[in-house]
């Protein structure tokens, strides 16, 4: 029956450690996991941002380009029109030229005929002769000139034309370049967009963790703070003549005071000892309200140094442990019914052995009884599974 308790006792420390270690270790993992995506989809929306700006630079410059291109290409058109205006002005003045030349060579042909015909009648001077002929050299060489100028005209038109051919060339490529960079830009505009829901509504879970995380350490803490308020309360009522220890609320006795070496049987001056300190510990644990409302189980631990064999050593311990309790139940009679309800006694050997800052074993405070209690933490810890969605 003790070694069933005993091995109760085990199971629900291991159980409840083994549970509280991997809570804690599975919020680890779930913060850290939120926290490093988090990360990395910042990352990606910052490369993303840095190369649609490179993008949007280089577009910048694309319709910058452009722009001096249709600048250009209206600068030219402007000139082809002139020049077209002017090219029928020309043709119009050679047209006249021309005409004003036949009139001229006319003009000549009839006085030559009039000179040949009429030499006795008209008699023009040499000077005037002259004169008639330089005209016709002019004529002839402006009509020659205008001609050559045609013909610059026509291949500047050409080449004009030319350029403004390829220019509408580059202006459609540059128009269709220009609307598959804004589709782009749109296309990653929504990316980013998308993103940036998909980051907030990232935050928002990662909020909602830290705030689960927050009310879990409340309930984490409300649990611990239970056995800390317990001690508190000990050490506030039995004073400084009694040592409890501050983490656990539990006291030692050396089995050099309670017990001969090899014995179970306790000394006399282990009574009085007892009675001074353990009867005013269980008094408190068992009758004070605010303690013992908390109080789900008491164990008397019997702990022995590793001289002789590990069972040797369990039965002494259980024997010695066995032995204190006896002591409580005759001394304080008034409380059986509470020892029977909530105290039990445990041998431990030498399984929880005691060593020096030199990590060598200290036999004489390996050997000693410790009185433990368990505080009721049942509800607490349904309550905290529930929270997690956990079947115990």
């Known amino acids: 029956m003790l070694k069933q308790e005993k091995d109760d006792n085990q199971n629900f420390w291991i159980s409840y450690a083994d549970l509280m270690a991997g809570l804690l270790f599975i919020f680890i993992l779930v913060v850290g996991a939120i926290v490093v995506k988090s990360v990395l989809i910042q ?42 205006e002017e090219n029928m002005q020309l043709s119009l003045l050679i047209s006249r030229l021309k005409s004003e030349s036949d009139d001229l060579k006319n003009t000549i042909n009839l006085l030559n005929i009039s000179i040949a015909d009429k030499a006795s009648k008209l008699s023009l001077t040499q000077k005037e002769m002259q004169t008639l002929k330089e ?19 026509r291949s500047d038109l050409n080449t004009a034309s030319e350029e403004v051919s390829s220019l509408e060339n580059m202006l459609n490529k540059a128009s269709a370049r220009h609307e598959l960079d804004s589709s782009y830009i749109q296309i990653k505009d929504d990316e980013i967009a998308q993103l940036e829901k998909a980051l907030l509504l990232k935050k928002r879970q990662y909020q909602q963790v830290i705030e689960d995380l927050n009310i879990t350490k409340l309930k984490i803490k409300h649990l611990t703070g239970i056995k800390v ?15 409890i220890d501050s983490k656990t609320g539990a006291i030692r006795f050396s089995s050099n005071i309670l017990f001969t070496q090899g014995k179970a049987v306790l000394k006399p001056i282990a009574e009085k000892e007892l009675k001074r300190v353990l009867g005013p510990y269980m008094d408190l644990m068992l009758n004070d309200k605010k303690i013992a409302k908390h109080i789900e189980h008491i164990t008397i631990e019997g ?3 590793s001289d002789g064999g590990y069972l040797y050593n369990l039965n002494l311990s259980q024997q010695r442990a066995l032995a204190v309790m006896k002591f409580l139940y005759n001394k304080y009679p008034n409380n059986r019914n509470l020892f029977r309800q909530h105290l039990s006694a445990s041998g431990r050997s030498y399984s929880e052995l005691i060593y020096d800052k030199n990590n060598k074993e200290n036999k004489d405070a390996s050997r000693r009884i410790e009185i433990k209690f368990r505080i009721k933490s049942e509800d607490a810890v349904k309550e905290l599974m529930n929270y997690l969605n956990i079947k115990r």
């Open 303 to 305: 702990h022995t140094n």
């Open 43 to 84: 990352s990606d929306l910052q490369t993303l941002k840095t190369d649609l700006k490179k993008e949007k630079a280089a577009l910048e410059m694309s319709e910058e380009e452009l722009g001096k291109k249709k600048k250009k290409l209206r600068e030219l058109v402007k000139k082809l029109k002139i020049s077209r």
């Open 229 to 243: 308020s317990v001690v508190q309360r000990l050490k506030k009522k039995l004073g400084s003549g009694i040592e």
């Open 135 to 153: 005209l016709l050299l002019q004529s002839e060489e402006d009509v020659d000139m205008l001609v050559f100028t045609n013909k610059n005209l």
